[in-house]
């Protein structure tokens, strides 16, 4: 007998002895794909029958079908990770039984090619279903009209996706499998090679948000290797890259190398596996104490991090106690399932208390920064470029970006710190460097627990720094910083233009297709020719690169430019663009082009101004209040004042300004959030009545309305 | 010939397999008799090459077995509670082993389904234990391998159908020169068929003997002399192994042949005497209680 004979025999005893999973695994597939695919395109040519959709009726078919086939059908990746689960368990389950071991290897056959013959088997259950259901799948697509080269470039890319990371999470499951001896410690197992990687991951990024002060969540590289060490979120990785189109030949070719080396481990791991491990925990003993401790030492960790959550105790106390229970609970239950004896649960005293010097090291290591991880800032020759991301300043701003991706254009979102450390390039990094080196040296910064009161907040910033070394390597901080101590190097700062051009989007617009202005007072759409568009953007950009933090300070916005672009999938994207009284070529123009910066309130309009006071928790315990909270118990903390003679109210509307104003520059503007202004106008001639709300510069607020609402002179 | 030489064979701390060595002759019949838990099972399976010796090497036919097709190739392994495959026939079994084992005979195998009244389409799963044990017994003697490797074969089976696998298993070794190695906890289920027979207990050997030697080395007598003088004289003068007395009758247990000690008690011009036939069972008491075992305490 050929040893390809013997193999196919092998095979189809195999088959025979997993007929269940091939009949789940083609089930499954006719459900995930031909009849997903079916109801799909079926609803797309209802909605042309019924005429509610528009558009190219075979792009909108075959859009459906490249979703039905490709790897945006999440239904396939779902499966794809049950089956390999499933078909890794059922193929080398066998190994645990001791009848089924003894038959097998009393054979005169090479392990290689039972292996090989059950490995084969565990993909053919996949891959054939898939395939026949793909081929019914394209013939549901043909027959509505929907299929293209697209359809079926789509389909095989995904087929292609979802066998590589069915191998790769298959392998996994079979290594587990090979390095336990019973059922449910190869679940458990498997379980912990699916999700080690992130569940570690996340365990660092929690421990270094907790007691790191400057630490922040961007894209560190040990904790996405750590991600990436899962099969399945390396899974979710890769058809992620697929969908967005950014999955590189190098990363599939690391995928592929991944699963043969884990195919070489599994084949090595079963010719060595001894027969007698049958029925054990462990197959390879010698493993145990290891697998104890590295299983155990994170579970203490994250037991500890739980355990202050749950009962709201956040002293460490609390979480070493967390953390030894945790660690002691795991290591016992790994005892007891090690020699299936409750008496043995604390066997192994020397693994338990290596493992409990770990975790307790690297406890220490964050908890008291052992690594200076805080302190840590490059050396300013090592560094090539910054990127600094400032909260509290210009929070109107949005961040889309219409980019080209992979031949096709479309607006991305993004956020504040992810726009800065993507567009924002600081070569000339003195000032950034300076405020990033003073905050390491703890000058006037906020740490966890140092805040005074409510308004202390107001009085700090947040910046997030990127570093791009020469090495190519990207290092992120954050730092609470005061804004007085700063000002000054925050001010050199914002007048950087490579701050300007890589924290306003605005720089990246190409192209203008309308500009509305509007105020309080006005709203014009502006009809420009092309040269004017670009001429105002041009203008705007250059006055924006001139604002300093002075201006931003001392300056209240006058109007919003909306800047808007069209793309050619009718998708409008716009930047508001502040209008500062110091944009002096800004508003010229658009002056010239019909904007009136002169309005303002008509007194003869107003009904009344009412202002409302919130009373700073800081001035609770002063006597006026105490007082005024006896009379009035139903308005505890508040203070309401209605002004409706008219030269009363010619007094405050001078220095009300839009909300959204105040909101844009919070943290430098000087008005006070704890009062607001409401302006009502008279009942319209239908009976309409108008309110809005206004901010006020606290320096500015009449002595008169001071004295109405109790103001507190100590607020801010 | 199937060499043991000092193997041992550990499970955590247990000791199954205490340097163990022991060789088995082609064409003889080996038995393997010992207590449950004496290693005999563990001694097979390392026997073949399912198990790996921590010390010590099993050659069969000078070839290692372990993980070696080879060596493999040359016996059928039956272990005390073999495997079918789920929802299998015995016709899907032969054809499996037929697939394994080159010389697999499915003439021989369809007709020994007849012959043991079972169905080759009926599935295994529904079979007693003794059905399943002639089935596994039908597979090993089809594989037409050198030596076969039986763990417990007889338990289960009944006195008609044990006695039926012996006769196939003598027609095998007359026809061909098959060797079976046969484990059992029970003496009485070897003694008519083994040429030859180890006795392990807690992992080690405790003999190893040809049963035709031994059987022509003890014997067995009773006899009645006229004098006391005489009685003393022959128990001087025989190699005893064990004595007792009821009354004047005498009945001894000596090594030598049969001759031997007829001559010595005729020399005493003995009343009566009498060789008596010593059934296995007594030859291993007689033997093992010399070297201070109760054997009926062990595998009786």
Redesign the interface.
């Known amino acids: ?1 050929t040893s390809r ?2 193999l196919c ?1 092998l095979m189809r ?1 195999d088959v ?2 997993r007929l269940w999973a091939i009949a789940i695994s083609f089930v499954a597939f006719l459900f995930a794909i031909p009849v997903y695919t079916a109801t799909s395109v079926e609803r797309v040519v209802n909605m042309f029958k019924q005429g509610q959709a528009l558009g190219d009726r075979h792009e909108y078919l075959s859009n459906t079908a490249m979703y039905c086939l490709g790897v945006g059908n999440s239904a396939l990746v779902l499966l794809t990770i049950i089956l390999a689960i499933l078909c890794g368990i059922s193929g080398f389950y066998y190994l645990h ?1 001791k ?5 097998y ?7 290689e090619s039972l292996f090989s013959s059950i490995y084969i088997i565990g993909i053919a259950i996949y891959v054939i279903p898939y395939l026949v259901s793909l081929a019914i799948g394209f013939v549901i697509v043909g027959t509505n009209g929907a299929f293209g080269s697209n359809v079926w470039i789509e389909a095989w890319k995904a087929f292609g996706v979802n066998l590589l990371n069915y191998c790769l999470t298959y392998t996994v499951v079979i290594i587990a499998v090979l390095l336990t001896g019973q059922l449910i410690v190869s679940i458990l197992a498997s379980g912990v090679f699916l999700a080690y990687g992130p569940v570690v991951a996340v365990l660092i990024g929690s421990l270094k948000d907790t007691y790191f002060e400057t630490y922040y969540e961007y894209g560190s590289i040990t904790e996405s290797f750590l991600f990436r060490c899962s099969p399945i979120s390396a899974y979710f990785n890769m058809t992620n890259a697929v969908y967005e189109k950014t999955l590189s030949f190098a990363i599939t070719l690391i995928y592929i190398a991944v699963t043969m080396v884990l195919v070489i481990l599994a084949v090595f791991l079963y010719r060595k596996r ?3 491990a049958a029925g054990k925990a462990i197959s390879y003993q010698v493993l145990q104490p290891y697998i104890k401790i590295v299983v155990s030492v994170p579970i203490g960790l994250w037991s500890g991090i739980i355990f202050t959550s749950l009962m709201n105790a956040n002293s460490s106390f609390w979480l070493i106690f967390g953390m030894v229970c945790g660690y002691l609970l795991c290591s016992c239950i790994m005892e007891i399932i090690y020699h299936f004896d409750f008496k043995a649960a604390f066997k192994s005293r020397g693994s338990l208390l290596v493992g409990a010097v770990l975790m307790f090291a690297i406890f220490s290591m964050f908890k008291w920064d052992l690594l200076q991880y805080d302190k840590y800032i490059p050396s300013k020759d090592k560094i090539e470029s910054m990127s600094v991301a400032l909260s509290g300043i210009d929070n109107n701003l949005e961040f889309r970006v219409y980019n080209e991706d992979n031949s096709r254009y479309k607006i991305s979102y993004m956020d504040r710190i992810g726009y800065a450390f993507e567009y924002m390039n600081l070569k000339d990094k003195d000032a950034a460097y300076e405020i990033a080196k003073m905050a390491v040296e703890g000058e006037a910064v906020l740490n966890e627990g140092e805040i005074d009161s409510d308004s202390d907040y107001d009085k700090y910033m947040t910046i997030h720094v990127q570093y791009r070394l020469n090495s190519g390597r990207h290092i992120y901080r954050s730092y609470a910083i005061a804004v007085e101590p700063y000002f000054d190097l925050l001010n050199q700062l914002y007048q950087n233009k490579e701050y300007k051009e890589g924290a306003f989007p605005i720089y990246t617009m190409k192209e203008v297709t309308n500009v509305t202005c509007y105020s309080e007072f006005q709203k014009l759409s502006i009809t420009l020719t092309e040269e004017e568009k670009a001429q105002l953007l041009s203008l705007y950009r250059d006055e924006l690169l001139a604002l300093s933090l002075e201006d931003v300070r001392n300056e209240v916005p006058l109007a919003t430019i909306d800047f808007g672009y069209t793309t050619d999938e009718n998708d409008v994207l716009s930047y508001s663009a502040l209008v500062y009284p110091s944009f002096t070529r800004t508003i010229d123009f658009l002056s010239m082009h019909g904007f009136d910066f002169t309005k303002t309130f008509n007194l003869a309009d107003i009904m009344n101004v009412s202002i409302d006071y919130r009373i700073p928790q800081y001035a609770h315990e002063e006597e006026q209040y105490i007082a005024y909270m006896k009379e009035n118990p139903e308005w505890t903390y508040d203070k309401s004042v209605m002004y409706k003679d008219g030269d009363t109210i010619s007094e405050i509307l001078p220095y009300l300004f839009n909300n959204s104003y105040a909101w844009n520059n919070g943290i430098l503007t000087n008005y006070d959030p704890n009062v607001t202004v409401t302006v009502t106008w008279k009942t319209d001639e239908y009976g309409n009545v108008t309110s809005n709300q206004y901010a006020i510069v606290s320096n500015n607020i009449p002595d008169f309305v001071k004295e109405d609402i109790m103001y507190a002179e100590t607020s801010k | 010939m199937i060499e043991a030489i000092n193997v041992s064979k550990t ?1 955590d701390d247990i000791k199954a397999v205490d340097q163990i060595s022991a060789t088995i002759k082609e064409g003889n019949v080996f038995g393997l008799v010992g207590t449950n838990g004496a290693g005999k099972s563990t001694f097979l ?1 390392m026997m ?5 010796p921590d010390s010590g090497e099993i050659k069969l036919d000078g070839m290692n077995v372990y ?1 070696n ?2 060596a ?2 040359r016996f059928f ?1 039956i ?1 005390d ?3 079918f ?4 026939t015995p016709k ?1 079994m032969r054809e ?1 082993y037929r ?4 010389n697999f005979d499915v003439n021989r195998f369809d007709k020994l389904i007849g012959q043991f009244e079972l169905s080759l389409t009926r599935k295994i799963n529904t079979f007693s234990k003794g059905m399943k044990k002639q089935l596994s017994v039908i597979c090993g003697i089809c594989a037409n391998t050198k030596y076969l490797f039986c763990d417990e074969t007889f338990d289960g089976l009944d006195p008609v159908m044990r006695q039926a696998v012996k006769s196939i298993f003598a027609k095998e070794l007359t026809e061909r020169e098959m060797t079976p190695i046969i484990a059992s906890h029970n003496l009485r289920e070897l003694e008519d068929i083994c040429d030859h027979v180890g006795l392990l207990h807690k992992g080690g050997i405790l003999l190893s003997k040809d049963l035709f030697d031994m059987k022509c080395s003890i014997h067995k007598v009773q006899c009645v002399f006229k004098t006391q003088d005489r009685v003393e004289e022959v128990e001087k003068e025989l190699n005893l192994l064990k004595k007792e007395q009821r009354g004047s009758l005498y009945t001894y247990t000596a090594r030598g042949t049969c001759e031997e000690i007829t001559a010595i008690i005729q020399k005493r011009n003995p009343i009566f005497v009498e060789v008596l036939p010593l059934s296995l069972e007594e030859i291993f008491i007689s033997e093992t209680e010399v070297v201070g075992y109760d054997i009926k305490k062990l595998i009786m």
Do not use: C, T, W
């Open positions: 007998m004979n013997l025999r005893e025979k002895r039984s009848k089924k071991v003894d038959f290897h009393s054979l005169p056959v090479k392990r001894s027969s007698e | 499970f399976r073949s090459g399912i198990l790996k993980e097709i080879e493999k190739e392994y272990s509670e073999q495997f495959f789920p929802n299998a899907d499996f697939s394994i084992y080159k």
